[in-house]
């Protein structure tokens, strides 16, 4: 219990038994990391990319409630990723230094069990066994990510296990029954008590029960249903956040509660922000007249929101784009890393094999001001040690899973919390801007854009001077939109993660990484037991903008590299190699020079390894090398056979189709250190043609052609990118350097200009050729024009002035006669023409 009893809260302040308890600080520090108090019904939020600490302290009263402990429990609840937890107790005896090491000699790995609705967790008991009698003991956990380089979410909390709340995952329902009489094993009672852990801004939370049984309807009636984020729970049903509407109450068997965020903190107990932990209670009316059997019931949490949320580091999340309908994420940044990657992974389109028919856009989260406030810790805190600032700032600054940020107050100007040891404030960067409908990414409203790469992505780099990114410990909503407009529905993977020093390297995906030049990046590759079992792997490295150096390791215990591998020292791109996984896990790349580097590196299980390699090589031919004056080049390259999986073995060359990339070469046109692209590799030329540096045509399967319109006495740079029509690989050709000749003059030197010859002669015969053309066409058909005009003018009639009036030599009014050479009279005594 929170009073002296099997709980005693806690804490690590001083207890009976004269063992002093290990205190949190830098005094206590295991393995550099500084371990974080448990508390008791308090869950606390966590994310670790390495390993992470935990205490818990047991006081109680007196030995005679030893046995209390039995009940006991530290639970690890993962949410995302994926942990190894072990536990231990530490002596009673000795000083701290050997305790701590005792302990983590005692470590026992605690198996991942399957709790109510499919959760997670790790349970560490035995502490009365681990106990015994002692008033004060603690129990060490050891958390740690099993995946390097992605990041794991749990909940840790100590809870007495008789009314311990299971977690709810979303949209997977729990039976439970209440009653004295239940048929379900080590279920019954008058409460059901659950928690909800809420970590996306944009959703709206239902939690649903469904009673069950012939006679569900009244059985429904008997049963009531709140949600509240305060620990302890409200006891009075009214004061409670979360209660079903009039409209919900059960007519049909069943109960709702609505949950929504309350942004303005209209209401204790209501999610102001997440991450939120909400606790459910189901509970039986008073006086309520149960069934024989009690009441059986189904109860779900169901999240749903106009954003799905990417967590950092997390697996690629399978979505599907239907043609110009978006799909929007939220991904969750809670680094304050140098900057995070969003990649969309796209299937190969023949129709849009450059991926202009889909795009993404990205809105970073907003800064808003908000208050610090004091906060008055709790009584379990109270009890905790505190004598330190170091002590008394890890008390503080627990990451607890109620949507605040906590700030321990050493002196700093914090606005609201003057004069108190420790501030929170709420955490709504992002926020708000989710939930606005108005508000969402899209071809009006963003602030970056992914940029297709040569892999089949679309790659959104955001760096913290970009985007207001977050602080550490903070949670910062970048908004998502991927939207199609191929004609059918587009399967696609997409996923963030912040670039940290070591990042995970997924097999079978391309990851393209931006970073500073000067700086060092470590990859791992999964451990062949993840990686389907396979003791090789296909490694490549493209080095897309930027100078880079590639080494490799094995990994040992403490996750460092301890001996080299196939890699070492290896300056610029590599073709796919085939190495041994345990020889190669960690992969270390490093930047050169001030301006930022670009890479693309991926690791394939040899079966599902494609690639395009020119056959006989990657040459490109300049066939009128010597007579390209004239600003005209012809280029011819050898074909790119697609080889791998599923592919025959001579290779196939009858899905291939090419483009062809020229500039003026960069290395004698600009300066040397203007970051450019690598001519080299597919991502740079890529890059240079989207940085309008570079001119692309497409050539389709022709593998001559020649380019015109080239400038003279410039030297241009060439080169050839072969692409898969239908897998999407693609590679670069050697790239070829022409110097454009002016046209060549016998003799040598810069041709004269001639006058009379060059400017006067050429006018004068255009001039001479326009008026030929003049007197032998255009003026003869200017007088048959205007003659006809008046032959037609003369057949209408009218008066003596009229030409051609209505006599009887002219004919009638719809009679026409061409008049004659001789003469023709209109009217006695005149005449039209008469020879003489």
Not at 147 to 173: E, K, Q
Not at 417 to 444: F, L, M, N, Q, T
Not at 731 to 750: C, D, L, N, P
Request: hydrophobic share 40%; with cysteine; aromatic share 8%.
């Amino acid at each position: 219990s929170k009073d002296g009893g099997a709980g005693g809260g806690g804490g690590d302040g001083g207890g009976g038994g004269g063992v002093a308890p290990i205190a949190s600080g830098v005094t206590s520090m295991i393995d550099g990391v500084t371990p974080s108090m448990v508390l008791l019904d308090v869950p606390l939020y966590n994310s670790v990319d390495g390993i992470k600490y935990f205490l818990y302290t047991s006081r109680i009263a007196d030995s005679g409630a030893a046995a209390e402990r039995d009940r006991l429990q530290v639970v690890v609840t993962l949410l995302a990723g994926d942990l190894k937890v072990a536990s231990s107790f530490l002596d009673q005896d000795g000083d701290k230094e050997e305790r701590l090491r005792n302990a983590l000699r005692k470590m026992n790995r605690l198996e991942r069990v399957g709790g109510q609705g499919g959760a997670r967790i790790f349970v560490a008991g035995g502490f009365h066994e681990g106990c015994g009698a002692a008033l004060v003991c603690q129990a060490l956990l050891k958390v740690q990510n099993r995946r390097p380089g992605r990041v794991a979410d749990f909940l840790v909390m100590a809870a007495d296990r008789a009314t311990r709340a299971p977690a709810l995952m979303g949209g997977i329902p729990v039976r439970t029954c209440l009653g004295t009489n239940c048929k379900l094993a080590n279920q019954g009672g008058k409460v059901a008590n659950f928690q909800f852990f809420v970590n996306n801004p944009s959703a709206r939370v239902n939690i649903r029960i469904a009673c069950e049984g012939k006679s569900r309807v009244e059985a429904c009636k008997q049963v009531m249903l709140s949600a509240d984020t305060r620990q302890p729970f409200p006891a009075n049903f009214g004061e409670r956040a979360y209660l079903p509407s009039e409209a919900a109450e059960s007519t049909q068997g069943a109960l709702e509660v609505a949950v929504k965020l309350d942004m303005e903190r209209e209401k204790q107990g209501s999610c102001q922000s997440v991450p939120c932990m909400l606790f459910v209670r189901a509970e039986l009316r008073p006086g309520a007249l149960l069934p024989s059997d009690g009441v059986e019931f189904e109860i779900v949490a169901a999240a749903q929101g106009a954003y799905t949320l990417l967590l950092d580091g997390d697996e690629p999340m399978a979505q599907e784009a239907r043609p110009s309908r978006p799909q929007y994420f939220l991904f969750d940044s809670r680094l304050a890393s140098s900057a995070l990657t969003i990649v969309a992974q796209l299937p190969y389109d023949r129709v849009d094999p450059h991926a202009d028919l889909v795009s993404m856009y990205v809105l970073g989260c907003a800064q808003r001001e908000v208050k610090w406030e004091c906060y008055n810790y709790s009584k379990d805190e109270l009890n905790m040690e505190r004598s330190t600032a170091d002590a008394e700032k890890g008390v503080c600054e627990l990451e607890r899973a109620d949507g605040f940020q906590y700030k321990f107050n050493t002196g700093l100007r914090l606005g609201g919390c003057d004069g108190c040891a420790c501030c929170r404030r709420i955490i709504k960067r992002g926020i708000a801007e989710a939930r606005s409908v108005a508000d969402y990414p899209s071809a009006e409203n963003y602030q970056l854009r992914g940029v297709p790469n040569s892999r089949g992505q679309l790659v959104a780099f955001v760096t913290r001077g970009d985007l207001n990114g977050a602080a550490a410990g903070t949670h910062c909503y970048f908004r998502i939109a991927v939207i199609s407009h191929r004609l059918k529905a587009m399967p696609f993977s997409i996923r963030g993660f912040d670039l940290r020093r070591e990042v995970a390297l997924p097999m079978n995906e391309p990851l393209e990484v931006l970073m500073k030049g000067g700086e060092t990046r470590t990859f791992q590759l999964p451990t062949p037991a993840v990686s389907s079992g396979t003791t090789d792997v296909v490694l490549s490295l493209e080095v897309c903008a930027g100078k880079v150096v590639l080494n490799s390791g094995s990994v040992g215990n403490a996750g460092v590299a301890v001996r080299p591998g196939k890699f070492s020292g290896i300056h610029g791109g590599v073709e796919p190699t085939l190495v041994q996984l345990r020889d190669n896990q960690k992969l270390e790349v490093q930047g050169f020079g001030g301006n930022a580097v670009s890479f693309l590196l991926q690791a394939d299980v040899p079966t599902a390894h494609r690639w395009l390699e020119p056959k006989p090589n990657r040459t490109i031919w300049i066939e009128n090398a010597e007579a390209s004056g004239g600003g005209a080049v012809t280029l011819a390259w050898s074909p790119a056979l697609l080889f791998g999986a599923g592919q025959p073995t001579a290779g196939r060359k009858d899905a291939v189709e090419y483009e062809v990339f020229w500039m003026r070469d960069y290395l004698v046109q600009s300066s040397a250190d203007q970051p450019r692209g690598n001519a080299s590799s597919a991502c740079g030329l890529y890059k240079e043609y989207r940085d309008r540096i570079a001119t692309r045509i497409h050539t389709k399967n022709q593998r001559r052609v020649e380019v015109r319109e080239l400038e003279p006495d410039v030297m241009y740079l060439f080169n050839v990118v072969a692409r898969s029509v239908r897998t999407g690989e693609s590679t670069a050709y050697e790239a070829a350097r022409v110097f454009v000749k002016r046209r060549a003059i016998v003799g040598g030197g810069v041709p004269k200009i001639s006058l009379f010859t060059d400017r006067l002669l050429p006018m004068f015969t255009l001039c001479v050729l326009l008026g030929l053309i003049w007197w032998k066409f255009v003026l003869p058909m200017m007088r048959t024009s205007r003659r006809s005009w008046d032959l037609e003018m003369s057949s209408r009639g009218g008066s003596a002035r009229s030409w051609g009036g209505g006599g009887s030599g002219g004919g009638g009014a719809s009679s026409y006669f061409p008049p004659s050479v001789v003469g023709m009279s209109d009217t006695p005594g005149g005449t039209y023409g008469q020879l003489r």
